[in-house]
C-alpha cells in the first residue's frame, strides 16, 4: 500500500507564507515525480508545480517567483514554499506522485494525497 500525507495548510493573510509538505510511504520502489495540484471551488484541479527525481521543475505561470517546489529523496518527501500568497490561491491543495513499485515492473502508478485547504483572507 502506497500512501500520501499531505501537511502545513491553513488560513493566512494576503502576502503571507505557507510551507506544505508531502511524505509517500509504503512498498515503493522509485519516486519518478511528485508535485502540488490545487483545486478551488468551481474550477477544475490545476498543476502548481512539479519536481522529478532528476531535480527538473515545472511551474505554473501564476505560481511562478512565488513558490518554489523542492524534494528530499531520502524522506520521500516534497515540500512547496509558497510565498507572497494571494487570495486567488486559496484552494485545496493536493500531493501527486508517479512511483515505480518494483525492480521488475517498469510502470509508473500514479497516486494523490487527501488534500489539504489553504484559504488566502485578511
Known amino acids: 500500500q502506497v500512501q500520501l500525507v499531505e501537511s502545513g495548510g491553513g488560513l493566512v493573510q494576503p502576502g503571507g507564507s505557507l510551507r506544505l509538505s508531502c511524505a509517500a510511504s509504503?512498498?515503493?520502489?522509485?519516486?519518478?515525480?511528485m508535485g502540488w495540484y490545487r483545486q478551488a471551488p468551481g474550477k477544475q484541479r490545476e498543476l502548481v508545480a512539479l519536481i522529478t527525481s532528476g531535480g527538473s521543475t515545472n511551474y505554473a505561470d501564476s505560481v511562478k517567483g512565488r513558490f518554489t517546489i523542492s524534494g528530499d529523496n531520502a524522506k520521500n518527501t516534497v515540500y512547496l514554499q509558497m510565498n507572497s500568497l494571494k487570495p486567488e490561491d486559496t484552494a485545496v491543495y493536493y500531493c501527486s506522485a508517479d512511483l515505480r513499485l518494483g525492480l521488475y515492473d517498469p510502470n509508473e502508478y500514479g497516486y494523490w494525497g487527501q488534500g489539504t485547504q489553504v484559504t488566502v483572507s485578511s
Open positions: 509504503g512498498s515503493i520502489f522509485s519516486i519518478e515525480a
